[in-house]
């Protein structure tokens, strides 16, 4: 079994910053591609960043510039360095990885946490 849990949500004011962690743990081979989604309330999950093993990285167009995502391999963990956030930020951001698990790949979600942005 595996597991991906997030911390570091909450609520900030806009221009405001937070760090999003996610730690994968259990069973596992290598982890290939990790990233981070977001939904908002009555809007599909999209992409917020991802990242491979070998470290390219992959931005929503509304994030680039503010947010970096960046990878702790030894420790399996992504993170999300989230500033300048905007009212427009507010979502549940999930942690996603792609799994190695013996011979076979699998795709992992956190159970999300929460981002709120307001005055």
């Known amino acids: 079994q595996v597991q991906l849990v997030e911390s570091g949500g909450g609520l900030v004011q806009p221009g405001g910053s937070l760090r999003l962690s996610c730690v994968a743990s259990?069973?596992?081979?290598?982890?290939?591609?990790m990233g981070w989604y977001r939904q908002a309330p009555g809007k599909q999950r999209e992409l917020v960043a991802d990242?491979?093993?070998?470290?390219?990285?992959n931005y929503a167009d509304s994030v680039k510039g503010r947010f970096t995502i960046s990878r702790d391999n030894a420790k399996n963990t992504v993170y999300l360095q989230m500033n300048s956030l905007k009212p427009e930020d507010t979502a549940v951001y999930y942690c996603?990885?792609?799994?190695?698990?013996?011979?076979?790949?699998?795709?992992?979600w956190g159970q999300g946490t929460q981002v709120t942005v307001s005055s």
């Open positions: 259990g069973s596992i081979f290598s982890i290939s591609a």
């Open positions: 996603n990885a792609a799994i190695w698990v013996g011979l076979r790949k699998n795709n992992y």
């Open positions: 990242s491979t093993s070998g470290g390219r990285t």
